[in-house]
């Protein structure tokens, strides 16, 4: 079984910072790829930042500047530190890692529960 849990949420006012971090823990042979998503009330799921094993890194145009992802390989962790929040980064953020599971196995995407990010004054 493998787990992805997210941590950092909370509410924070328009300007100030949070950091999220997701841990993968359980029966796993390798992660390539991780990221963190959100979605807000009434809209789709939407891309916020990705990383790859070695580090390469893709954002939304709407976080550029203001979110930085990072990566712990040792400890199968994904962050992401969000400065100047707005209100409109207000979402449930949720984190994805592509695992294998063993030598032989393809690379399957697991999922958080998710996070809540409030951004309000």
């Known amino acids: 079984q493998v787990r992805v849990v997210e941590s950092g949420g909370g509410l924070v006012q328009p300007g100030e910072s949070l950091r999220l971090s997701c841990a993968a823990s359980?029966?796993?042979?390798?992660?390539?790829?991780m990221g963190w998503y959100r979605q807000a009330p009434g809209k789709q799921r939407e891309l916020v930042a990705t990383?790859?094993?070695?580090?390469?890194?893709n954002y939304a145009d709407s976080v550029k500047g203001r979110f930085t992802i990072s990566r712990d390989n040792a400890k199968n962790t994904v962050y992401l530190q969000m400065n100047m929040l707005k209100p409109e980064d207000t979402a449930v953020y949720s984190c994805?890692?592509?695992?294998?599971?063993?030598?032989?196995?393809?690379?399957?995407?697991?999922w958080g529960q998710g996070t809540q990010v409030t951004v309000s004054s």
């Open positions: 990383i790859t094993i070695d580090g390469r890194t």
């Open positions: 359980g029966f796993i042979f390798d992660i390539n790829a």
């Open positions: 994805a890692a592509d695992i294998k599971r063993s030598p032989i196995s393809s690379f399957v995407t697991a």
